[in-house]
DNA sequence: ATTTATAATGCAAGCGCTTACATTGATTGT
DNA sequence: ACAATCAATGTAAGCGCTTGCATTATAAAT
């Protein structure tokens, strides 16, 4: 196996040699510089910056059992849900020197338990998971591995795990409690996923719960369910509107979801809101752009990242009492959704 | 220094033990599976799948100097621009068992070197780099390392370096021919930051080419740069607007500040494009969510991911001279951009 | 059977770093 | 001036894996 690595590449030797210090003080330059004089670790800074020289990763991995390296595995990257988040946290991580490794999952439980599998053999501090919905396997492996970890994107209270998160039943229950107080009684649902997608989940159960509250229930039996992309979006729209009975609202089970409605609504020939209301849940950058602009649930996506750095970054001294953080989602108003013609 | 693993994680000479093997022959394995009896073979499996072990990666690349790892470093994840390449690389890469590690630069050359050093350092076995344009010694540093790169989202006749990418000048030109082909001769332009950015620098040349081709010039003296934010591009669009005279149309750097445009000519209580027609650049879904949908250019995201993947992974073997590609682009005509009024 | 070629395995030397422990040098109190 | 203390540095033993080379088992050819 061809190495293509140049065989010139500088070592901590080669930096104690020319510094005329041991290796040992030069790593301790490096980790912890208080504990070396300053006329030494001049010496050996100005060795390590004319020979280039770049710590070698491996090497310190192996004999630390520490890499400064945090995990997070997202469903996907294909969709700005994520990237806010995965952004604040990396900001916040990259200040302390600590790596964000980011990998995607494409919403499969199996490749999620992979990339698991893939993140600890690289040796992640910690790592950062989406939902608590995954198999037990997954759980039990982190745990023999004693590798902390948080779970983003979701709140509960009786989490036996360090969770950050909001209460996606309760935002849900919002919306379309907002929804129906502007008249709406015809009103559909188009979700994401549910299985192995907790957030997905309770979204149509708050949505079912608040209409229950009202006597009402979801048209076509329940939501119609989709992957998260615009054009699965429209389409199940244009499946639910082909139905015997059209609904005057459709409550989307996120931001991009709503997109495609719109699309496909328009496609049709509808007006937004004037023939039917749209909603959907993150409020995303595109949610602000579309016109009419998107009725939506606004999640702190920066804050979780934020939140979920810091606690990552001292989850190993922390007990696990204290790890759970609940934020709050608001309602933000816009034009898609609109009083029901009478 | 406390370590928080469990010291029970197993290791290479654990499954060599409980298989009746030495090392050496777990070792193959796992790298040349061939090259092993398949009675010999099962049983390794056996022990490995028994203790549930996971080869130490920082082990691996010490010992064999390669870790099986791409880095790709983009300006930001908060933009889909990336993210459908990413994602595509990502899926061509982890096939062959190749783990993609994403680092973002934020735009600034700065970081982007201490990304390079950080994924280098690392011992990612081969990098994607945006854009060609960076400080001299980035490319000292890669080629002092002996690390194989691609540039991606751009591409040069007379790059030194393997690209993969397709013509931003060019791109640039034909819609701004198809904005003069509507009538506009009031054209403005909106574009992304241009220093250390030739993506956007090539851009508006071609813009101002094709122009100065009919005898015309940028509104305003030339273009507004702006961050490529919802808002940021927003803010441009007013500022332009205030000014003494209004365009007919705004050619954007990207299709996020034209959504960000659009939303300010919106505010404004102009329609689009009744009143000004606008246009982007690179088609994302975002586009064809608008409304109206945004005319724009479609740039190759996934396949330039999947090219960069393949490249990447044959770099090392590979005659420099045979690793630039060029891709075309396509005009993608929706509603934005309409004749001008008389 | 015996030799010869070949496939399968084992042996053991590192890869470049960290860190417990030993050593040396500087500082302080008496 | 000398012991006691503490700070700074050095010594060297691994960390878990890969791989060139040596060795042994197997197959093929005589």
Not at 275 to 281: A, K, L, N, P, T
Request: proline share 5%.
């Amino acid at each position: 196996m061809p190495k293509h690595n140049a065989d010139n590449v500088p070592t901590l030797e080669d930096v104690a040699r020319r510094a005329n210090v041991s290796t040992a003080t030069v790593s301790r330059c490096l980790n912890k510089p208080d504990s070396v004089r300053e006329g030494t670790r001049l010496r050996v800074e100005q060795a390590i910056s004319d020979l280039g020289y770049t710590p070698n990763f491996g090497a310190r991995a192996l004999a630390s059992n520490r890499t400064g390296t945090i995990g997070i595995i997202i469903p996907t990257m294909d969709n700005a849900i994520f990237a806010q988040g995965i952004q604040a946290m990396e900001e916040a991580l990259s200040e302390q020197n600590i790596t964000l490794l980011v990998a995607t999952s494409g919403y499969s439980p199996e490749r999620e338990m992979l990339k698991i599998r893939a993140l600890v053999s690289r040796g992640v501090d910690s790592l950062a998971l989406i939902g608590f919905d995954r198999p037990d396997t997954a759980y039990k492996f982190l745990s023999s591995r004693s590798v902390p970890f948080v779970i983003l994107w979701n709140y509960s209270a009786s989490s036996p795990y360090p969770c950050i998160g909001f209460d996606n039943h309760r935002a849900a229950g919002m919306i379309a409690q907002r929804v129906m107080d502007f008249g709406h009684r015809d009103i559909a649902m188009i979700a994401g996923r549910r299985a192995g997608n907790d957030r997905a989940t309770q979204r149509v159960k708050g949505v079912e719960n608040a209409l229950s509250g009202q006597g009402l229930t979801l048209m076509a039996g329940g939501p119609i369910e989709s992957g998260y992309s615009l054009d699965e979006g429209e389409a199940a729209c244009m499946k639910l509107m082909s139905g015997p009975k059209r609904p005057t609202a459709i409550i989307c089970g996120n931001d991009v979801l709503a997109a495609g409605v719109m699309r496909g609504v328009r496609q049709m020939g509808l007006e937004v809101p004037e023939d039917i209301s749209i909603v959907g849940f993150d409020d995303i950058d595109l949610a602000s752009a579309l016109n009419p602009a998107l009725t939506t649930v606004r999640t702190p996506h920066r804050l979780m990242g934020q939140a979920a750095a810091k606690m990552l970054l001292s989850l190993s001294e922390l007990d696990k009492a204290d790890t759970r953080l609940c934020f709050d989602t608001k309602l933000v108003n816009r034009g898609s959704l609109a009083s029901v013609k009478t």
